[in-house]
């Protein structure tokens, strides 16, 4: 017997992500440059993104009622964005446009075996302002989940956090691009789900930099100190670590040949917080968000790639049944 979430027909969880949205520049290339080098022959597409952008998709594709807080420039790819999202399924209300100001943009370097490199130019996502954040007030005191990453201001960020915290709605922050955060926000978070990367940056409040696997549990337990009520530490094809009070769990990977890693991490969070806007646990919603990004890294670009309902729930049933025929 299986424990993932079972499929519903009406999926009732209503998820508000706060956030970026970046047009994608995309490159790809045999293998990444190193500082100082030119490496020709690359591919160029522009597709939409942003880590804000990227999660509200994710989490309209899988089930959730969602709402997008953020903003566009005053430019023709702001407004195409926002079209896109309505074809989503995603509400727009407050996505505003920014007068004179460009549309957030990140250049992609993405290599043969799907690894990437990243540099952003927030754009109008740098204006997202505490008053944008309280013109949302009834839309983020009405969810069932908050998801909030770190491509916008900090004091954005934590206002919508204490506007969560103060009606009692459940907190996700993804904490990327990794920065110092203060103890006041971590406090007010619910689930932190940062990459390995970024985990040990915030546990160290310093630079990002690498854990070896003996170091993950540790590290865990350093962030929960910190004062989220619970940390998902996503370990790549080693799977994520799930923190709590109550101990530690490991959530295997689901093996797949990678094409393209550009927006896992976001797919994994946009569907995780669908599971738990539904009432999953936390364990079998990383599990469903694990599967998600999986799918994910088999298709190329960042917002495209993310999976549909009943794709993640076919792809759960086919890797586990032979778990649960062996039970």
């Known amino acids: 017997m299986t424990d993932h979430p079972a499929t519903t027909d009406t999926n009732t969880g209503t998820i508000v992500v706060i956030g970026s949205i970046n047009v994608d520049l995309v490159v790809r290339v045999a293998s990444l440059p190193r500082p100082g080098e030119t490496v020709l022959g690359g591919r160029f597409a522009s597709v939409p993104g942003g880590k804000g952008a990227n999660q509200a998709v994710a989490a309209a594709r899988a089930g959730g009622h969602t709402t997008f807080v953020a903003r566009v420039g005053d430019d023709s790819m702001g407004r195409a964005a926002i079209d896109a999202f309505r074809a989503e399924g995603i509400k727009t209300d407050f996505i505003s446009i920014t007068p004179h100001c460009p549309t957030g943009v990140a250049l992609i370097l993405v290599d043969a075996a799907g ?27 009405a969810a069932d989940v908050v998801l909030l990453q770190l491509e916008i201001p900090l004091e954005a960020v934590a206002h919508a956090v204490e506007i969560a915290r103060a009606a009692g709605r459940r907190v996700i922050l993804n904490p990327a691009p990794a920065r110092p955060l203060p103890a006041t926000l971590l406090a007010g978070i619910d689930i932190l ?58 959530v295997p990977a689901f093996p797949v040949e990678p094409r393209d890693t550009v927006a896992a991490g976001d797919v994994f969070n946009g569907s995780l917080a669908v599971m738990l806007a539904e009432g999953h646990d936390l364990v079998a919603a990383t599990r469903f968000a694990a599967a998600a990004a999986a799918i994910s890294v088999t298709r190329e670009g960042a917002q495209a790639s993310a999976p549909h309902r009943s794709e993640i729930e076919a792809f759960l049933t086919a890797r586990l049944r032979p778990e649960a025929e062996g039970a």
């Open 193 to 250: 789900t940062p990459n390995e990367t970024e985990a040990t940056a915030l546990a160290a409040d310093g630079p990002a930099g690498e854990a070896s696997a003996a170091d993950i549990e540790g590290i865990a337990r350093t962030l929960l100190d910190l004062g989220p009520r619970a940390v998902v530490v996503t370990l790549g094809a080693a799977g994520a670590l799930v923190a709590t009070g109550q101990g530690l769990a490991q």
């Open 115 to 141: 690894e990437n490199s990243i540099a952003v130019a927030g754009g109008a996502n740098d204006r997202l302002s505490r008053e944008d954040i309280e013109r949302a007030r009834p839309a983020i005191a």
